[in-house]
């Protein structure tokens, strides 16, 4: 029977052989360029990688893909590079083949189908389906992936030390320069050369069509410092803090002069005061706060609004040691930086805080929303940028340092400003901690040792202020604080701030670079997230814990917890009275000291904020809510009066309920019980100054008892006097007037024994000193000999109470006076007869 001719080209397969036949090639080829090609036109094995895997992402990084045979390798090259058919995998080509697809017709009876093939989903993200955004379709000539390994270690570059004088007002006069209102970036290349302005412009540009949430997704993924995060402090900020501070070798939690000695000594009875401004939440200030405990003062100003601080979420530390002050107004003020009313009010508040002095540090973190005019941020910023170098140099005191947050220092502006600073501080550094993310523009200035005489700058930026004010609604700014050639003019600010530029833009530029790999392909990731946080965290010093509110506690448990299970009874021990029987206890003159007593004495224990709660002492009385309104450091136990003072006389007289600390157990965690009586009371003079809010006139005061020695009692009586008082009838009133100028009536005299039997205390006229004796070992010594140091328990047992009722006479303007009773002349001729210098 004679076969049926086949048609001609009746299947792809034979098509193809046809075609590679007249071509002269064979299905059995192996050529480099065939392998390359049948490489090139392979799609992704779902079976060995994602199908989002990344086309720009580079060779070796990417899974192994699978490859097509030889004869479909073949059929390419013959088809050429356009070919949709030769895309398909080999089953795909033969199940085609099948249902009588031919290249360049549809499927379908009469070839109506669609000829091209469906394509894989090119979708990203939550974006709409088929929708490609401009710049993230080609490719980027930066090379990311040779970016320095990721580690904890940072080195500072400090710009090099200002030689020139601090410029004078008659200098200044005609530096400010005023232009219209600029608000393009792209040709500011003074200090940034103009390829890499523009490429870093061109970086940032591609993400503003980038849904925000797929951006950050990649952001986190591509950071390798990503998973530091907060620890356990109120936000990201603190990190960034605990980052900078160990950097520059704890340069601000233990401040140290151009020598290289602390500003603050360790036995130092100053506190640290610092200051914080723009910083809502207050991540800044819960981190030194942590660091230093309740030895730190913190005074804040920040805009009033959501970005307010925070201070009820402050976990690791104790908000009660931080005092906002919002300017003008105080409390009521509204914290705009950018106000000069503010500026002045806040510089008067920190001085009338501080001594006149000043703050040790001063730490600045502003910045706003400029979403969708991410690239003129530095423009934007510049007068917030202005105002924060303004009040550091309004509120630092000499030798103080300023860290304070800063974005693209591109502008003759910016540096203009940052000219100011190397001009007033020692030394100054632009510096970018491994906890600003790497992306972004911001870096910190940083400034060591503010010098004396820098006045007519604070005034000179002062009226730059006053200006911007006035031109903030006209088309007009301040373009120039300093000449360009003045800056010019010092090569080594000059070329310091042109390298920084250079630097930090280089590794943004990778930064952006790879935030975009990592959008294109969601399968990347840092492997070394964790690790690098660990090394971090250990090299700075924080504990690797999770962020937990206090525990909460009744005051009966958390007494217990603070004193140790201390014997109860110690507590309940009230005072010997001193009497005519009793006033050999204090031959010993010199082991003694005394106090004015205003009232009762109380246990005061502190939970936190305003949960404070008294205690008589005995096992019968009960811990009760503290009925005044007071905010102290959770874990603070003292041996207190609560005294009503009295200002003014007659119908102008006010009356306020005052704390009068006595004695200290335990500040804040810190328990002191164990130090010398002289030295705990210095330690709540600190504690007192730490918690004032001198701000806060609604709150009641408290102060730390005036203590004398027991030599110099007389001191005590002629602070005495009689005074009309209130609700008193018209009768003069005995009167003590402590050092404020207030007064109250005073009940009698504690005195307290500082030195542990059998030390004592004695005066040797030879030498003119006080020294120690032994009476068991009859050894005397100069130096405090630490055994005998009376811990609170041994004052505590031992004090004694003169109490000042009627018939005894303490005031000469008295008139009954008991013989019975022990006098002030009977009590000082004692004394004088058992003490003579």
């Known amino acids: 029977m004679k076969r049926r001719a ?18 002269g090639l064979t299905l059995s080829s192996t050529s480099d360029d065939e392998t390359q090609l049948s490489g090139n036109h392979a799609t992704q094995d779902s079976s060995t990688t994602s199908s989002s895997e990344s086309d720009s992402e580079s060779s070796e990084r990417r899974p192994a893909l699978g490859t097509f045979s030889n004869k479909f390798s073949a059929d390419s090259l013959v088809e050429g590079t356009s070919s949709r058919y030769s895309m398909y995998n080999s089953v795909s080509q033969k199940l085609m083949a099948k249902m009588g697809f031919r290249e360049g017709e549809g499927l379908g009876k009469y070839g109506q189908g669609r000829q091209e093939i469906v394509e894989a989903s090119q979708q990203k993200g939550r974006r709409g389906l088929g929708l490609t955004l401009k710049g993230f379709d080609g490719e980027v000539n930066i090379n990311w992936q040779d970016e320095p390994e ?18 004078d007002a008659e200098e200044m006069k005609d530096w400010m320069m005023i232009g219209k209102k600029k608000l393009v970036i792209d040709d500011e290349t003074e200090f940034c050369g103009k390829e890499l302005l523009q490429s870093i412009l061109q970086c ?21 410092y990503e998973m530091i995060r907060g620890v356990f402090f109120l936000n990201r900020a603190a990190m960034k803090m605990a980052n900078i501070d160990y950097v520059f070798d704890y340069m601000f939690t233990n401040p140290k002069d151009s020598r290289g000695k602390p500003l603050i000594k360790e036995r130092d009875p100053e506190l640290l005061y610092f200051a914080d401004v723009c910083a809502g939440p207050g991540g800044f200030s819960e981190y030194v706060l942590w660091r230093k405990k309740w030895h730190a ?11 307010d601080f925070k201070l009820e979420d402050f976990c690791a530390a104790s908000s009660e040691l931080f005092e906002p002050y919002y300017g003008e107004g105080g409390v009521e003020g509204d914290g705009d930086i950018t106000r000069p009313e503010n500026i002045s009010a806040f510089q008067h508040f920190v001085l009338d805080s501080t001594d006149q002095k000043g703050v040790h540090f001063l730490m600045a973190d502003g910045g706003f929303s400029v979403e969708g005019q991410e690239n003129i941020q530095e423009i934007l910023s510049k007068q917030l940028m202005l105002c924060q170098f303004l009040t550091g140099l309004s509120v630092i005191r000499t030798g103080g340092h300023f860290l304070c947050k800063t974005f693209d220092l591109f502008t003759p502006f910016s540096v203009g400003l940052v000219y100011l600073l190397y001009c007033c501080f020692e030394r100054v550094s632009i510096f970018k901690p491994v906890t600003s993310r790497p992306a972004n523009s911001e870096r910190y200035v940083v400034c060591r040792g503010l010098k004396s005489g820098i006045d007519e700058v604070r005034e000179y930026l002062f009226t730059v202020n006053i200006k911007l004010n006035q031109l903030r609604n006209s088309d007009q700014d301040v373009n120039l604080v300093v000449p360009l050639e003045v800056i010019r003019g010092d090569h080594d600010f000059y070329d310091y701030m042109i390298r920084s530029n250079k630097r930090l833009s280089a590794v943004q530029i990778k930064a952006l670079a790879k935030i975009r790999a990592f959008v294109q392909d969601t399968t990347l990731n840092e ?4 690790d690098i ?6 090299l700075w010093g924080i504990p690797d814990q999770a962020r937990v509110a206090p525990s909460s506690s009744d005051p009966l448990s958390k007494f217990y917890e603070l004193t140790q299970g201390a014997d109860i009874e110690i507590f309940s021990y009230k005072p010997t ?49 503290l009925d005044l309104k007071i905010e102290l450091p959770r874990d603070t136990l003292l041996s207190v009066e609560i005294v009503h003072e009295l200002k003014g006389e007659g119908k102008a007289q006010r009356k306020i309920n005052a704390i009068h600390i006595l004695d200290a157990l335990v500040l804040n965690g810190s328990d002191v019980r164990e130090q010398h009586f002289n030295q705990r009371i210095q330690l709540a003079e600190k504690f007192v100054k730490a918690v004032s809010k001198p701000s806060r006139p609604d709150m009641s005061p408290i102060r730390v008892k005036e203590v004398y020695r027991l030599e110099d009692m007389e001191k005590i009586f002629l602070r005495l006097e009689m005074k009309v008082i209130k609700s008193s009838g018209g009768i003069p009133r005995l009167s003590y007037t402590g050092r404020d100028d207030r007064h109250f009536v005073p009940f009698g005299l504690y005195i307290v024994r500082t030195v542990s039997e059998p030390w004592t205390m004695g005066f040797s006229k030879t030498s003119n000193r006080k020294f120690f004796y032994n009476k068991a070992t009859q050894h005397a010594t100069y130096e405090l000999p630490p055994e005998s140091v009376a811990p609170f328990h041994i004052c505590y047992f031992g004090r004694l109470f003169w109490e000042w009722d009627d ?26 007869q058992h003490f003579t210098l």
């Not at 001193?578 to 502190?606: A, H, W």
């Not at 303490?810 to 009590?827: C, G, I, N, T, Y």
């Open 6 to 23: 086949e048609p001609e080209y009746s299947s792809p397969q034979k098509r193809q052989k046809k075609r590679i036949e007249e071509l």
């Open 297 to 307: 003062k913190g005074f804040g100003m920040t805009l009033k609004g959501p970005n």
């Open 204 to 224: 940032k540009s591609v993400f503003d069509v980038l849904d925000g949430e797929e951006m950050r997704r990649a952001r986190t993924r591509s950071n390798p």
């Open 533 to 538: 946080r660990k090394e971090c965290l250990r």
């Open 527 to 530: 492997p070394r997230q964790a």
């Open 807 to 832: 018939g005894i006479k303490v005031h000469d303007s008295q008139k009954r006076e008991d013989p019975e009773k022990l006098s002030k002349e009977a009590v000082l001729s004692f004394i004088r």
């Open 577 to 625: 009275p001193l009497n005519s029987k009793t006033l050999e206890k204090i031959r010993p003159v010199l082991d003694y000291r005394c106090m004015v007593s205003g009232s009762e004495q109380k246990f005061l224990l502190s939970l936190g904020k305003s949960q404070i709660y008294t205690w008589g002492g005995r096992p019968s009385d009960r811990w009760t809510k």
């Open 150 to 167: 990721a580690s904890a270690y940072e080195q500072v570059d400090w710009c090099p030390e200002c030689t020139t004088e601090i410029p």
